[in-house]
């Protein structure tokens, strides 16, 4: 009868899992850029983009080169900062380059209440394609972008088919 070892805990089993398939600095780099604001703060965020991690140096593209030096006489701090938010020590270095800045994703870009209508024709015509979604927010979005979907304004194809609707306004049988 084979002995009960000890169990490990998920996050051991997808720790261990990544770091042998070489995904730990994939995911700290979408860890940092997902918390970049709260990780440096706003004056340094909003000027600055975690772009990624290579061979454990962080690309960081900068806004200007006036923050460029700036960021240069940090780098001590940015990098304490680093390893003290996410506990791992795979940055060694912060590498700097000018550059775009990706528009930061704010709360204006999710779907407000007054952008689907509970009531609708068509947030009532929704509710069977999205009912298998769980989370409420991604229902939402998802409701969101097919009601702004470009073919919602095209003229609708008569009950008979599209071919049957083409043949009224063509005058031709197809």
């Known amino acids: 009868m084979p002995t009960r070892g000890s169990l490990d805990s998920c996050s051991v089993i997808l720790s261990g899992l990544a770091k ?15 918390q970049w604001p709260e990780i440096m703060g706003e004056p340094i965020a909003s000027q600055t983009w975690p772009a990624h991690i290579r061979f454990k140096k962080l ?14 006489y940090l780098k001590p701090t940015l990098l304490a900062k680093l390893h003290d938010s996410t506990g791992a ?3 060694e270095e912060i590498v700097l380059r000018v550059g775009e800045i990706p528009m930061p994703i704010s709360a204006s870009t999710s779907p ?8 609708s024709e068509l947030g009532v ?3 069977p394609h999205t009912a298998g979604i769980q ?7 998802f409701t969101t972008a097919i009601l702004k979907y470009p073919s919602r304004q ?13 043949e009224k306004a063509d005058g031709f049988r197809r």
């Open 112 to 119: 407000s209440e007054d952008e689907i209508p509970a009531d």
């Open 59 to 72: 690309y960081l593209t900068v806004r200007n080169s006036v923050w460029l030096q700036q960021l240069t």
């Open 125 to 127: 015509e929704m509710d």
């Open 154 to 166: 095209a003229p609708h194809f008569s009950a008979r088919g599209p071919s049957q609707a083409h």
């Open 135 to 141: 989370d409420p927010d991604l229902r939402k979005r």
């Open 20 to 34: 042998r398939l070489g995904l730990e600095s994939k995911l700290l780099e979408a860890r940092v850029q997902r």
């Open 89 to 91: 020590a795979l940055i």
